[in-house]
């Protein structure tokens, strides 16, 4: 790459005192106002301690200046390092977590956490003939994920990523390049690095097998964060913190959507969302691909308001299907085509981005001949905002941001704030700020919904909701889906989603279908979408198909209470709604580079069928529990792989032992689901002595509920000591939640023996006892501002 910029970081425990660079000479040290400054001989560097987990680097070379701006830190809080000690050679700087130890001579800086070393730098900073780099060492054990959206197996050490998103049209099981890429690495020894730089570049994960890691960029920030901690859930965290947490979606979000490329026109749409009810299949979305704004898929893209000869009655057509509790998303794209109806008005207005002299780049593309939407200009930025307001005003629930990589951006164009290589990689990230600050502008007590198909690190904080891209409807297709989603819900985004059932191809298969939307109930976001050869929804598939498919669609509602949870603790700590089995095993090395098993929150253990015809499917589940088979209570040790036999209803699915899980009744979508009809299983075993759980519950709709106040906190936990078996119910409600009445059918697996009696307080309470299925159920009703307690007598 010309005048490439490029930063290297190689770990190697074992070369502390190896000089980063031979030419660099310690000069002087001195703490700033929130900063300690170290100057060398050729610029300096920067160290900012935000948390005993985060510490940031930055190196300034003479000549130029500090470039403040980060697209991804919203942390803005340092602390000063608890510690900061000078002796003849070395400088420490320390917290309760993470260190920097600079060495002076010969110069060195290394990090460490709770005193074990984590990286330590190499060369250091130095200029290249074609750039520029800093180096550093990787130890041999070391296994390497991150690089955002990729399919390469779990452990990425050994691939040189480019970092420039890009979609791969029908890519399988093997992608070097997608939509999302990301500036991120994390380490089995639980680091991660964060380059904090927006323009393309490279991520080296030790290509060329010598132990070393390279950042590469053309231009920019030489800035990075190392976050360590004790665990893989609070370096989620910790990033999280540092980027920006996700915001709750709307309930609905996380039920069934309806979408396909594309719905022609408003008679069909109707006909569709209507198809759903008499099928008796839920569905709480309905997409819009771009036969909205144009009969064509050539020569429309840019028109951004609906076709009134195909969609005669859009106003009405969105307030019924609201009325029916199924929302509408529309898909728009950054590109004004010169043959749309609005690319006058977009020049006169000053939207589009330029050329060299000043005038609006256009450029021949799939689509026609077009011009790239500048949103970092002021009238870009306000010109697209005020189509998004438009939309929102007709009642529009959602946008999906398509072709936002973008899709097509030449070297040439320039934007209102530097080269389209500049601003490549977060464009997509910068047009969902755009698409969620529109739709809060508008209503600041909703919560927006932003599907976008391109992002980058901290992006999830503005809502985005990823998939991942244009799949191949193959089974290769289906393979690479956990692993894509494991990867990005580790680096923050935790709503990646694919395509279910896939997109690419005219490919009529029924049990792929019905495996992937069976994979669908244990993945993000429920979205069955494709190419209009096939359909993608459920209510035109064959019979047997559809049955199938009803049944999964079905589970993914009754587990809404458990999933919406699972959103809320991602809301607050980021932890990934799917989580790879390392994270419960981090010292397993044999764990390091599953996909095709995986948990489901911290309950659900899941292992997708990925394979035509099989009868049989090898599973490990993980050790330190007991587990139980979640459609037959088959009871299994954990600590082992097992051959399960796989049946076409369902996918391999268990639960941990003494888990809570939350399940509601059957419903055509969210908008009737309340919270206070709830099926409370609980799986007892007796290695399980104390248990509880926290679920979280609000109106679903409501902007930041939690921080209002506007929610209700139930925990349920249980005890098994010289007292006997207790169940207790208490709740916390924020101050503006008004407390409701539950009803609340326990059903508690695995009892062995049958109660003599069940007490609610001091109440005996009627329970029914299956003494073949081993299940006990017990109906309570429970006013929540009182604490309830269930005794069970044996």
């Known amino acids: 790459m010309k005048n490439l910029f490029r930063i290297i970081f190689c770990v190697c425990i074992s070369q502390w005192t190896v000089a980063q660079n031979k030419n660099r000479v310690f000069v002087q040290a001195e703490p700033e106002a929130k900063h300690y400054k170290v100057e060398v001989n050729d610029g ?6 935000y948390n005993s987990n985060i510490v940031e680097t930055t190196f300034i070379p003479k000549g130029e200046q500090i470039k403040p701006d980060s697209h991804a830190v919203v942390l803005k809080a340092y602390e000063g390092f608890s510690t900061i000690s000078e002796k003849s050679n070395e400088i420490l700087l320390a917290s309760t ?12 800086i290394a990090y460490t956490y709770k005193g074990q070393p984590v990286i330590s730098e190499k060369n250091g900073y130095s200029k290249l003939e074609d750039g520029e780099a800093i180096q550093f060492n990787l130890n041999d054990s070391e296994v390497l994920y991150g690089g955002g959206a990729r399919a390469l197996g779990m452990n990425r050490r050994g691939n040189r990523l480019q970092l420039y998103n890009r979609a791969h ?83 609905w979000a996380l039920g069934n959507f309806s979408s396909r490329f594309g719905y022609h026109s408003e008679a069909e749409t109707r006909m569709t969302v209507s198809k759903f009810k008499e099928e008796d299949i839920p569905v709480d979305a309905v997409i819009l691909d771009l036969y909205w704004f144009g009969k064509t898929v050539e020569g429309t893209m840019g028109n951004l308001v609906f076709d009134r000869d195909s969609f005669p009655t859009p106003e009405k057509m969105i307030k ?55 949103i970092y200009s002021t009238s870009g930025f306000n010109w697209f905002s005020g189509i998004y307001n438009d939309l929102f005003k007709m009642g529009v629930s959602g946008i999906w941001g398509d072709l936002g990589e973008p899709e097509v951006h030449p070297k040439a164009l ?131 198909a559809k049955n199938l498919a009803r049944k999964a669609i079905t589970l993914r509602y009754a587990l809404l209470p458990y999933n919406y949870n699972l959103a809320f603790q991602n809301n607050q700590k980021g932890t990934p709604l799917m989580r790879p089995l390392f994270f419960e095993n981090p010292d397993d090395s044999n764990l390091q ?28 589940f993980p050790n330190n529990h007991v587990w139980f088979d979640f459609y037959s209570d088959e009871k299994i040790q954990g600590g082992q792989s097992k051959t399960v036999a796989v049946i076409k209803n369902s996918i391999p699915t268990y639960v941990k032992a003494g888990a809570f899980i939350p399940m509601a009744k059957p419903m055509q979508n969210t908008k009737a689901y ?12 007796d290695t399980v002595l104390k248990s509880s759980y926290n679920l979280y519950n609000d109106d679903g709709k409501t902007f930041e509920a939690f ?66 299925t081993h299940i006990l159920e017990i109906p309570v009703i429970w006013e929540t501002e009182s604490e309830l307690e269930i005794k069970i007598i044996l």
């Open 44 to 49: 300096f560097y920067r160290f900012s301690l």
């Open 97 to 108: 977590g993470i260190a920097v130890r600079i060495t002076k001579s010969p110069f060195q």
């Open 169 to 251: 049209y029908g890519y399988e099981t093997h992608s070097e390049l997608m939509n999302f890429t990301l500036p991120i690495v994390m380490s089995s020894k639980k680091y991660m690095i964060h380059f904090d730089n927006a323009p393309i570049g490279y991520l080296d994960l030790d290509s060329k097998q010598d132990n070393t890691l390279t950042y590469e960029t053309i231009s920019g920030r030489k800035t990075y964060q190392v976050i360590a901690a004790d665990s893989w859930i609070d370096i989620v965290d910790q990033y999280t913190t540092l980027t920006g947490k996700q915001p709750m979606p709307p309930r």
């Open 320 to 374: 019924d299907f609201e009325t029916q509790g199924v929302n509408t998303v529309l898909i728009t794209e950054p590109f004004v085509l010169t043959s749309s109806n609005k690319w006058q008005e977009a020049v006169a207005q000053d939207v589009m981005a330029k050329d060299s002299v000043g005038k609006p780049y256009t450029y021949d593309f799939f689509f026609g001949n077009t011009g790239l939407i500048d």
């Open 414 to 544: 320039i934007h209102a704030t530097g080269t389209a290589d500049e601003v490549h990689n977060i464009y997509g990230h910068d047009w969902a700020r755009l698409v969620y600050e529109s739709s809060l502008d508008f209503n600041n007590k909703r919560r927006p919904f932003v599907l976008m198909r391109a992002g980058y690190s901290g992006s999830q904080r503005f809502g985005l909701i990823p998939w991942s891209g244009d799949v191949n409807r193959t089974w290769g297709g289906l393979q690479s889906q956990p692993e894509i989603a494991l990867q990005m819900g580790m680096q923050g985004l935790g709503y990646m989603h694919s395509d279910l059932g896939g997109f690419a191809g005219d490919n009529l298969d029924d049990e792929l279908y019905v495996r992937w939307l069976q994979y669908g109930v244990f993945q993000p976001i429920y979205r069955p979408h494709a190419q209009e050869e096939v359909a993608s929804e459920p209510v035109f598939r064959a019979e047997n």
């Open 593 to 620: 580079n599953i996909a095709n098993t995986y948990y489901w929150g911290d309950a659900f253990l899941v292992s997708p069928i990925l394979e035509a015809g099989v009868t049989t499917h090898d599973v490990y």
């Open 674 to 685: 309340t919270g206070k009809d709830l099926i409370l299983h609980y799986y007892n075993d």
């Open 707 to 772: 921080e209002k106040g506007a929610y209700e906190m139930l925990n349920f936990s249980y005890v098994n000591d010289k007292k006997g078996i207790q169940y207790r119910f208490t709740s916390n409600t924020g101050a503006s939640y008004a407390n409701q009445a539950k009803r609340i059918q326990l059903t508690i697996h695995n009892m062995q023996t049958e109660p003599q009696s069940v007490k609610i307080g001091k109440k005996e309470t009627p329970f029914t006892y299956n003494k073949r």
